[in-house]
């Protein structure tokens, strides 16, 4: 609702001001978040289509936006041409960066995205480039995971990532979620119960918390916990994984 709501001011301003650039810009990526591909594509082929003020939007957002709304729509590989168009406009740009990490990542390229993310970390420090990069690292660790050995290093190395996460700031609930999932993959399931505990301490209200803390207490063969786990998971996210987990759970635990 509040999108569509915010499409309508685009709209507004542009019969005030038509082709302003950075509305179309803005309305573009809102139409994006609302699935309307073809229309936020339209929006940018505007801007490029009309005479160019000092002030607009500058060659490389807009490719770069280009780039993300195809990577969104699922054209991952077409996305990335124009995200590496931007990128050789201005290689630093952390936006395009992204664009590219998360194009390759849908591609599951985890290595050339973990990457990325390790570039876009140096420019931006931010904590949730650092957490990407250990997810990455543990997908490199599922593709595999026949090579037990291979598989763990993966899985070793993402743990210290979120360890170093962890050090600077043990209020990171996502960082706590992420080191969960790994060590449920490690079969270490009273270690990822605890990560999920801390995570749910910090924002219960994440589904995703309470689902996987119910997976790693259903593998502990703790049925009945489990069963209040997929239960409060459930409460925010009702699927039919869920219930069917609650239904195993209720059968084991006669």
Known sequence: ??????????????EIT???????????????????????????????????KEDDPKENIILNSKGWILIQSGKQKEGLKYVEDSLKLDSTNPSAMDSKAVGLFNLEKYEEAKKCYEEKYQITDAELDQIWIGICMKYCGDQVEEN????KKHYDDAIKVYDLVLEKNN???????QKARV??????????IKNCQEAIKIDPNDARYWEEIGDATSMAAKHTQAIIYYTKANEFKNTTYLLTQIASCLSLNK
């Open 18 to 52: 038509p082709n302003d650039a950075w509305t179309l810009l803005k309305k573009s990526n809102d139409l994006s978040k609302i699935g309307k591909t073809e229309e936020a594509l339209q929006c940018l082929d505007k801007i490029t289509s009309t005479d160019r």
């Open 1 to 14: 609702k509040n999108l569509h709501e915010s499409i309508g001011c685009w709209n507004k301003i542009l």
């Open 183 to 192: 060590n449920f993959d490690l079969k270490k399931y009273e270690e990822s």
């Open 171 to 177: 209020q990171n609930d996502e960082a706590w979620f």
């Open 148 to 151: 037990q050995s291979e598989s």
